[in-house]
């Protein structure tokens, strides 16, 4: 790809000034609105290891209540690991757990009243959720898998509404 296409397919991307550099994308003219997002991913396990985290007996304690614990503070924390995420100020995270068979589903929802939207911090709390999962368990089970992880609904701001297909 010569440096003009290249160029050219940074500009279709917001994080990137016209002469290719990353950059803040400036917010200050959108008005304010209710935003809100929700993400979730899988973590998958030995049954043995699902049935320590399901009894409430793993060494380390409380697993999945660490693990919302952690995701929420992460959420929380998101524009000081992703370098052009702006601060937000949240208004609402909530974090939950579901124990399938030989995995654990996290689902979090982030939400907040401003100029852009809370995507990155609910795919931030869904990560560090499951990451403190495998911290807490990999005594245990070193080949757990993370995987799924995705923006599963969005609301507010200039596109408004969507779901996941």
């Known amino acids: 790809m010569s440096d003009n296409q290249e160029k050219s397919e940074l500009r279709n991307l917001n994080h990137f000034d016209a002469g290719g550099q990353a950059h803040m994308v400036d ?3 959108k008005a304010a609105t209710d935003r809100m997002a929700r993400a979730s991913g899988l973590i998958t396990m030995k049954a043995a290891t699902l049935a320590l ?6 060494r380390k304690g409380d697993v999945l209540g660490v693990a919302r614990v ?12 992703i370098p052009l995420c702006h601060p937000l100020a949240l208004t609402r ?3 939950d757990f579901v124990l399938q068979e030989n995995s654990v589903l996290c689902t979090s929802q982030v939400e907040t009243v401003g100029q852009t939207g809370v995507e990155m911090e609910a795919l931030m709390a869904v990560q560090t959720g499951l990451l ?4 807490m368990c990999k005594a245990v089970d070193r080949g757990m898998v993370m995987g799924g992880i995705k923006v599963v609904e969005k609301k507010g701001g200039k596109s408004g509404h969507w779901v996941a297909d």
């Not at 952690?70 to 690991?81: V, W």
């Not at 403190?132 to 911290?135: K, L, P, R, W």
């Open 27 to 29: 917010v200050g003219g």
């Open 53 to 58: 985290i399901a009894s409430g007996t793993a």
């Open 70 to 81: 952690a995701a929420i503070m992460a959420a929380k924390r998101t524009s000081d690991l």
């Open 93 to 95: 995270v909530t974090v």
């Open 132 to 135: 403190t999962i495998y911290d």
